[in-house]
């Protein structure tokens, strides 16, 4: 029974729950990004190229033959994807590089505003100065 509160445990932490939303969420992006290079940004740079499709793009490793499809190696479609990961990991860098600076600058806050004493050495205080008095 134990195993199970420990499996529980770990999985409504919020780590975890975080961790599983944001991976929805990069899924959710990933599908937009590869929307953006294939359906926005590659055909204007096929067009610049000569009209070129780069999904299209292969060279044919063995010719049909009857009911056998043909081999073909399909590199315009590794150039997309290359394309996808590149302004995927750029777009995530920038985001990475934002959060840090919002962190960086908490803790400059926090470095600055000196704690509060506890309400004890206050107290203590207040008893020192009317024991002066």
């Known amino acids: 029974m134990s195993l199970i509160k420990e499996f529980k445990e770990f999985a409504i932490k ?15 992006f990933g599908k937009i990004v590869s929307s953006f290079v294939k359906d926005i940004l590659m055909p204007p740079i096929g067009m610049a190229l000569g009209g070129v499709e780069f999904s299209k793009l292969a060279v044919i490793l063995k010719e049909a033959q009857g009911d056998v499809a043909a081999v073909t190696l399909n590199y315009g479609m590794f150039i997309q994807s290359v394309v ?50």
Request: glycine share 6%; proline share 6%.
């Open 14 to 28: 919020g780590n975890v729950v975080d961790m599983a939303v944001g991976i929805i969420i990069g899924g959710a």
């Open 84 to 133: 996808d990961f590149i302004i995927i990991a750029f777009a995530i860098f920038i985001m990475i590089k934002w959060m840090n600076s919002l962190k960086r600058k908490e803790e400059e806050q926090a470095a600055a505003a000196p704690p509060a004493p506890p309400k004890q050495e206050v107290l203590l205080e207040e008893i020192r100065d009317l024991l002066k008095k």
